[in-house]
């Protein structure tokens, strides 16, 4: 088997969730809401709506979960009282989650907030980290492969004219990307998508893919492959 490197090692990435690359989960309070989910037989749901000056039970629980992300929330505070902070975290979460970014608690935000909360996850708008691309030939196929710093599903997108993508205006949604496509159809951190019935000789472009199980996507520039 002929090994070659692809022509940008290593690819930068574009990232769809809240428009930035974002910090990594991380902290005391990550670690006490899960603790929490896991102590306790039925969760301690979000009872109503919320905004700007509500206080009480119900908005600790919002901040608890909020503080799950440092991106989100990066105040932490879990103090009872919706403030300026707790607004501006509503609104990353909203943003994050493809809802209407107003900064209040309504039906829509409640529902997604009391499914995480009943689910015992915690806030995730960092997109998959694409890592170690490698492309291998064999006289018959070429296979691409990278890793993800979280379960992910892979795609490889590829055509011999030039890829094009155009981003979309809704979060978790996939850029539009020319070519083919190949897919994986389970989650995994160690991405392998071979490729076959190209044409031998041609130069091929292409684009990696990787949407964690919560929709956040990460994309690399195009680069390129000559097929065996």
Known sequence: MNTVNTTRPSPALLRWTLGTTLALIGGAASFAFIAHAQSTTTPTLIGSQLALGSSGADVKTLQTLLATSAAVYPAGLVTGYYGPLTRDAVTQFQIGYGLPPVGVVG??????????????????????????????????????????????????????????????????????????????????????????????????????????????????????????
């Open 107 to 228: 039906p829509l935000t409640l529902a997604k907030l009391n499914q995480l909360i009943a689910a015992g996850e915690a806030v995730d708008v960092n997109a998959p980290s694409i890592s170690n691309v490698h492309v291998a030939t064999t006289t018959a196929a070429v296979t691409i492969t990278w890793t993800t710093n979280e379960n992910s599903f892979g795609s490889v997108h590829y055509d011999t004219l030039p890829i094009t993508m155009f981003e979309t205006s809704s979060a978790h949604q996939e850029p539009q990307t020319s070519g083919n496509v190949a897919s994986e159809s389970i989650a995994t951190s160690m991405h392998s998508i071979t490729l076959t019935g190209l044409v031998s000789g041609e130069t091929y472009y292409f684009t990696i893919e990787s949407r964690d199980p919560t929709g956040n996507i990460s994309v690399t520039l195009p680069a390129t492959f000559t097929a065996p």
